[in-house]
């Protein structure tokens, strides 16, 4: 089993900044992929963005390419989503998932690959 929590979140300001963390504890893979996905209110979950524990090699949905990085601290076995000029439509609870076998970028991006999930955590953005 994995366990994964999320911290971070909360409230700010258009154009701002804030950053979510996920922790991973119990059996973690060195081979797995780490993502972040989304949901707001009335909307299906989407993808943020990922990264895999090795290699580092990170995927970004193209709404926060450019705005938000993934990164991750193999030694704390924690994955970071830092997110800059957050606009009111980055509103949503955030995500943490992990995976293992994800070799593609549609595996990576598609949610049901991921085998366990954080509990989720807000982050609201007023305009």
């Known amino acids: 089993q994995v366990q994964l929590v999320e911290s971070g979140g909360g409230l700010v300001q258009a154009g701002g900044s804030l950053s979510v963390s996920c922790a991973a504890s119990?059996?973690?893979?060195?081979?797995?992929?780490m993502g972040w996905f989304r949901q707001a209110p009335g909307k299906e979950r989407e993808f943020v963005a990922a990264?895999?524990?090795?290699?580092?090699?990170?995927y970004y949905a193209d709404s926060v390419k450019g705005r938000f990085t993934i990164s991750s601290d193999n030694a704390k076995n924690t994955v970071y989503l830092q997110m800059n000029s957050l606009k009111p439509e980055d509103t949503a609870v955030y995500y943490c998932?992990?995976?293992?076998?994800?070799?593609?970028?549609?595996?990576?991006?598609?949610?049901?690959?991921?085998?366990?999930w954080g509990q989720g955590t807000q982050v609201t953005v007023s305009s």
């Open positions: 998932a992990a995976g293992a076998l994800l070799y593609s970028i549609v595996a990576v991006t598609t949610q049901h690959n991921y085998d366990y």
């Open positions: 119990g059996r973690t893979f060195s081979s797995g992929v």
């Open positions: 990264i895999r524990w090795s290699g580092a090699r990170t």
